[in-house]
């Protein structure tokens, strides 16, 4: 799929087996679940967000998403809404072929009243963002709300879930976290699992951590910053072997590698090879600092 425009038609054809394919948010909806590719993230309440989505969109920018979810602070809510709405509406007017717009959303009633507050903006916006999805009520309210709007307004509104967990949909996405563990920042053990290739391959140079590396986790209201006590070339173990990521993890193995004695780790989990394992290379840190963010 096609994303920048800087390379001449020529250079491309000298780069590519097959030419990139052209698409648009109007494109058929298989085309476009494949097509998002490295989808930007822009804080709600960016305050010249139409003119930032113009002049991207320029330089061949093809997906963002608008975030009223963890980019923003819980007081930014109500200005965030207004404010995107405003924005959006501004870029309907100066730019109505720009690309694919998501709204993320932090509740399904969020979705009912974004697309009110937008109107016949609204048709710029491919679709809503659900942060940590699951197939219960409340993920099943978020794709109701979804295709009410569709029907309501007879515009391809789509879903675009952001699922919780460490299964292999959630990591073909990203880093997967481990539901049953620590939240950032919070007592216990925040285990995280990603990909080493492919999936944005989060984690491929993990062999190159080392102790007293920093992990900085930035959330809607926080940056926490852990640091790193092993080596991750030191501790290699089977994918049941779950004492990694239990909330006080002790290695079975007495000269094995173990986390440094604090009530605040973070454990790292991805493949031992860059290709099918089932072996799992693992890295143990322990939190060293929290910063609320403050107000812009």
Not at 21 to 43: I, K, M, N, Q
Not at 124 to 150: M, N, T
Not at 219 to 239: A, H, I, K, M, Q
Request: charged letters at 25%; proline letters at 8%.
């Amino acid at each position: 799929m096609r994303h920048f425009q800087q390379l001449p038609d020529g250079q491309a054809a000298m780069l590519f087996h097959r030419l990139p394919a052209e698409f648009t948010r109007d494109s058929p909806p298989d085309r476009l679940a494949v097509a998002l590719g490295a989808t930007l993230y822009a804080p709600a309440i960016r305050p010249n967000l139409a003119d930032d989505l113009a002049r991207c969109h320029a330089d061949g920018l093809m997906s963002l998403v608008c975030c009223l979810e963890d980019a923003i602070r819980d007081d930014e809510v109500d200005a965030a809404e207004v404010n995107l709405a405003y924005q959006l509406r501004r870029y309907a007017d100066i730019a109505p072929d720009g690309p694919l717009l998501f709204i993320r959303v932090r509740t399904p009633d969020q979705v009912y009243r974004m697309a009110e507050r937008l109107g016949d903006a609204l048709r710029v916006v491919s679709g809503f963002v659900l942060p940590k999805f699951r197939p219960d009520e409340s993920g099943r309210a978020g794709v109701q709300a979804v295709h009410d709007i569709a029907a309501a307004t007879a515009l391809p509104i789509y879903v675009m879930p952001v699922l919780e967990g460490v299964g292999d949909d959630v990591l073909a996405r990203g880093f997967g976290h481990f539901e049953d563990s620590a939240a950032a920042g919070g007592r216990g053990n925040y285990a995280l699992a990603a990909h080493r290739v492919t999936h944005g391959e989060p984690l491929r140079d993990m062999p190159s951590l080392r102790p007293g590396d920093e992990v900085v986790v930035e959330t809607r209201d926080s940056v926490y910053t852990y640091e790193l006590d092993t080596d991750p070339n030191d501790l290699v173990v089977g994918f049941r072997d779950v004492w990694v990521v239990a909330e006080d993890p002790e290695n079975p193995d007495p000269r094995g590698a173990n986390p440094v004695d604090d009530p605040r780790l973070i454990t790292l989990t991805t493949c031992a090879e860059l290709f099918h394992t089932d072996d799992r290379m693992v890295a143990f840190g322990h939190l060293v600092s929290s910063e609320s963010k403050q107000p812009a």
